[in-house]
């Protein structure tokens, strides 16, 4: 059974910092990364490693955020630094694993991240 299960999240203050967590379980993943989700706002990519270990970031979040994975213990890191109040959101971590010619996606149930101004 596939579990993700994300920690790390709370409230902090403009410009400070978090590292979310995602502990994955029960398949191997070729695609690990973050998603996130604003009140009244669709899911939209935070960051990503894709299949070929490259990484994707969404360009509001380059030089803030650094996604990191430990393939060994199946965990995948954000690091959020210089948080802004529009980082505000839940975030979920998603997990792709290859199932013939598509990709199979997991999500965890996500974790809030509140940033004040």
């Known amino acids: 059974q596939v579990q993700l299960v994300e920690s790390g999240g709370g409230l902090v203050q403009a410009g400070g910092s978090l590292r979310l967590s995602c502990a994955a379980s029960?398949?191997?993943?070729?695609?690990m990364g973050w998603y996130r989700q604003a009140p009244g706002k669709q899911r939209e990519l935070v960051a990503a490693?894709?299949?070929?270990?490259?990484?994707n970031y969404a360009d509001s979040v380059k030089g803030r955020f650094t996604i990191s994975r430990d393939k060994a213990k199946n965990m995948v890191y954000l690091q959020m630094n210089s948080l802004k109040p529009e980082d505000t959101a839940v975030y979920y971590c998603?997990?792709?694993?290859?199932?013939?010619?598509?990709?199979?996606?997991?999500w965890g149930k996500g974790t809030l991240v509140t940033v004040s101004s």
């Open positions: 029960g398949s191997i993943f070729s695609i």
């Open positions: 490693f894709t299949s070929g270990d490259r990484i």
């Open positions: 998603n997990a792709q694993r290859v199932s013939g010619i598509t990709y199979i996606h997991y």
